[in-house]
């Protein structure tokens, strides 16, 4: 005699169907709760007896592109992976790279984060093949990204919702677009935070994020331009949250390969408290040239 994988009645050898819930005996039961072993995980991700969100299979990513890398890691502290992450290139000696964070205290946040990232990501890509400009290709990047974002609302449920990073870095220049507090840092002689967060001030309540309910989205967007190497590092909040300040991040990340970065940023988040979904972009700038030149950072703007 065995069990009905589904509602756990006893069921005997042979049997076709569970006679309490009518579960065909002969196909795969649903995957049990990582929490509480029960067969009751709805649609939504939620177990229906514990409420425990499931883990996916995004708890930790990694990703490598031209020189360039990232680590997505779901934290110590969290369910799930609600961060996402692109990189994509952009034509010779570009590339494009995009970090989002799904908002927890809405529906779905880790859809909203991954279709946000791959839609800005191959949408600038996109507008700088056909030869638009870094800010302009940033500027459609969100406002594809947060249509799509937008798309994803359900009737009769809270929308969902992430904060937006990204940077275009090319030959001589890096453009960061960015809307809430996802953050950009610029690593090298003279490190640098690139964003100012959507948030009031000494708190993480966010004053603009990619959704539904966001009203109208206007990015924030920059360019600076620098003769001098350094790494372009787009991350969430679950690592800047340990490291805020950029000569501090500047020396956690060891003078190693992008992912090898990555990697050790994720680490070290991690073993400071993970109390958040942890996403890193590391993609490095100008690697050739002298260390001992000016960088011009510009004021942000957001026309």
Known sequence: MSACPVCGTRVLAGEAFCEQCGHDLA???????????????GADG??????????????HVEVELDGSAGASDRGRRHS???DAMALTAAGPGTV???????????????????AAAD??????????????????????????AAAAVAAAARAGEDAPACTYVSAVVSARQVTVGW????????????????????????????????????GEVVPHVTTFTTDGPGIVLLCSDGLWNYYPEPEDLAAA???????ATARRLVRLANQAGGHDNITVVVI??????????????PKERSD
Not at 46 to 59: A, F, I, K, S, V
């Open 284 to 297: 490095p700038f100008g690697q050739g040239d002298r260390a001992d030149t000016t960088v011009a950072f």
């Open 46 to 59: 939620y177990c229906e007896n514990c409420g425990m969100l499931q883990p996916t299979g995004r708890d």
């Open 179 to 214: 809307v809430g507090d996802s953050r950009a840092y610029w690593l090298g002689a003279q490190s640098a935070l690139l964003t100012r967060d959507d948030a009031t001030p000494g708190t993480h309540m966010l004053t603009a994020w990619l959704g539904a309910d966001a």
């Open 253 to 259: 990340a060891p003078q190693d390969a992008p992912l």
């Open 27 to 41: 196909a795969p039961g649903p995957t049990p709760c990582t929490a509480c072993g029960a067969a009751r995980v």
């Open 119 to 144: 839609v800005a990501a191959a949408a600038i890509a996109k507008r700088l093949a056909e030869g638009e400009g870094a800010e302009a290709a940033t500027r459609e990047g969100v406002r594809l």
């Open 96 to 114: 494009v790279g995009v970090v989002c964070d799904g908002v927890s205290t809405s529906p779905r946040p880790d859809e909203a984060s991954q």
């Open 80 to 82: 799930r992976n609600e």
